[in-house]
């Protein structure tokens, strides 16, 4: 099988599909003709308070000024909940399946309204208002969906972290948001694997110190572990919450004030949290889920993403839920407790979309198909990835063996700046062609520069850039604008430019490169190189160091690092380097591969070249290139040997 091979329109989807491919082309088109009557019409996906008369305000050149629907005003968890009440209050909204249990709980529209207005009167109560910020870090049960849709009800703005961050991580997290109230719990249990996340929440608070703005920690207890509590500060979770009560008038937010903050990695230094504000990214939500996954009331969406990522955001909370589906968490493994758990809960809730990142796909895949035949998967009608590059023989597996060759693969391209997919398939109206994330959604105007950001026609590979704003666009990076505007708008003027590499063919489809940035993708989850060397390097036994991704055939790619030490007798091992990291960030961070190394190839001029140490971590050895820029060629050697002379082959491999 290879890249040309075509996937004609699934008959299935043919049938659902809101779209014929006559009809796509006309919405393309009249989005480039007329983008504010275009983006006006979308807006009536949501429900409003009243209604935008303007699309789109503002410029990508200069500071960069981004406004979108600026005098519509309208509030998140109404569009999400309570305009769903009069036609199907008693639908399920969330199912949410705990881990190695047979238990679900089910909310219905209905009672999903209850359980965010009591928590939203509870913030209030504890003096939460209007633009103040609040940090969730829970597992992925209802509680998670409920505290974020309880803070838009109040124009609050929520902070989600991950729950494999660290303390020290969070601490900075909580000082650099502001966050004033915590929503936490005791622990996430995932298989044998526990996370403590209020004693890492309790460390996390003791190191931010004075800088924390938190007065508050709610503790919802998920296990039957015991949990610290400090008096002063810390609240059981529903022994407070369910007392208030359960209607709470929604506050009336503008169009472009924050709905959220999301950190994010970068290629220079810390995460920076990017800022996603109300009616722009709810119409954005509503629109690409919408098209590309062209839900209906009656499906049953699951989304494996982490809620606290931008899938979690847009395909587990806000977008089904703008369009009224249902939507499933699971708080597990995909092997726990046994192999085929995925498949069993698809059965068992009977889901029409699963969307997955391609990581998972590939180590289902490795499991064999008899454990996916076990299951009936009928109920199954489309199938989605993101967040990395799926390959044609993971996109065929995944079609053939789990959509029994009856379900389209939609293969989205989006990031946590984006909101929301820019490139990806409407199923029904296009032919999809395996490991290509297809065209850009009718009103994203893309393309492809070469490094010098001269855009390139027809069929290419060069940089991929957005040339217009679309709703769902990070506005700003907290309290940081300059370094939005550096980060995205300083490669070529006027241009968005994604940090990806891709290339286009001849029938215009995009195939995704990967990063051209110092960003790596590690199971799906983002790290900047940048971070990982600064925890490196605050060791003070480390002179110098170097991160690099590799090639990894479960995790898509795996994380090396080389280190200088002082000096020869300075005691450092690769184990102290890993606990570093995990420190610093988390252990979802933590390198496959340290080398201590006596030196670095670098240029005349010092720079380090990562590059080379990318080629000799990943066996490369035979394209090394031109060496002759090096300070001292006889490095190479030198860090060949490292690598390969102990190790016939690395474990990254
Ligand atoms: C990568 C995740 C290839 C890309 C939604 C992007 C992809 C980064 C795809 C954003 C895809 C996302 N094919 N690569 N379909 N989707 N990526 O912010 O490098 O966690 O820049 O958002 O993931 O990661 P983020």
Sequence with gaps: MSEHTIIPVHPQSAEYSLLTPSQLQAMTRRAER???????????????????????????????????????????????????????????????????????????????????????????HLGVSRGDRVAISLPMVSEAPIAMLACARIGAVHVVLFGGLSAEAIAERLVDSGARVVITANEIA???????????????????????????????????????????????????????????????????????????????????????????????????????????????????????????????VYGPLANGSTTMMFDGLPSYPQPGRWWELIERHKVTMLFTAPTAIRSLMREGDDLVNRYDLSSLRLLGTAGEPISPDAW???????????????????????????????????????????????GVSMVLTDTKGDVIEGAGEGCLCVTRSWPGQARTLWKDHARFQQTYFSFSPGLYFTGDGARRDADGYYWITGRMDDVINISGHRIGTAEIEEAVGADRRITECAAVGVPHSVK?????????????????????????????????????????????PRTRSGKIVRRLLRKIASGELDTLGDLSMLSDADSVDMLINTVWKEEQTLNVA
């Design 34 to 124: 007329d983008p504010d009557g275009f983006w006006l019409d979308q807006a009536e996906r949501i429900h409003w308070h009243s209604n935008p008369t303007r699309a789109f305000c503002g410029s990508f050149q200069d500071d960069v000024e981004i406004n979108w629907y600026h005098d519509g005003t309208l509030n998140a968890s109404v569009s999400c909940i309570d305009s769903h009440l009069g036609d199907r209050a008693d639908q399920v909204a969330l199912i949410s399946h705990r881990d190695g249990t047979d238990e679900a709980e089910k909310l219905t529209y209905r009672m999903l309204h209850e359980r965010v207005c009591r928590l939203a009167n509870a913030l209030q």
């Design 190 to 316: 995932r298989g044998a694997k526990r996370i403590p996340l209020k004693h890492i929440m309790d460390e996390a608070l003791k190191k931010a110190g004075a800088e924390s703005a938190v007065e508050t920690v709610l503790v919802l207890r998920t296990t039957d572990a015991p949990v610290a509590m400090l008096p002063e500060r810390d609240l059981d979770f529903h022994d407070f919450v369910d007392w208030f009560e359960p209607d709470c008038i929604p506050e009336i937010m503008n169009a472009e004030d924050p709905l959220f903050l999301l950190y994010t990695s970068g290629s220079t230094g810390k995460p920076k949290a990017v800022v996603h504000t109300t009616g722009g990214y709810m119409v954005w939500a509503a629109y690409t889920m919408g098209m590309v996954y062209t839900h209906r009331p009656n499906d049953v969406l699951w989304c494996t993403a982490d809620v606290a990522w931008i899938t979690g955001h847009t395909s587990v």
């Design 396 to 442: 065929m597996w995944y079609h053939d063996v789990v959509g029994k060759g009856r379900c389209p693969v939609v293969d989205t391209w989006w990031q946590t700046e984006t909101a929301g997919i820019m490139l990806g398939p409407i199923p029904g109206a296009q032919k999809l062609k395996p490991g290509s994330a297809t065209m850009p959604l009718p």
């Design 556 to 600: 898509g790619q795996a994380l090396v690092v080389f280190a200088i030490a002082r000096d020869e007798q300075t005691s450092i091992t690769p184990e102290d380097i890993t606990r570093q990291v995990s420190l610093a960030i988390g252990r979802y961070a933590a390198p496959d591969e340290v080398f201590i190394v006596p030196d670095l």
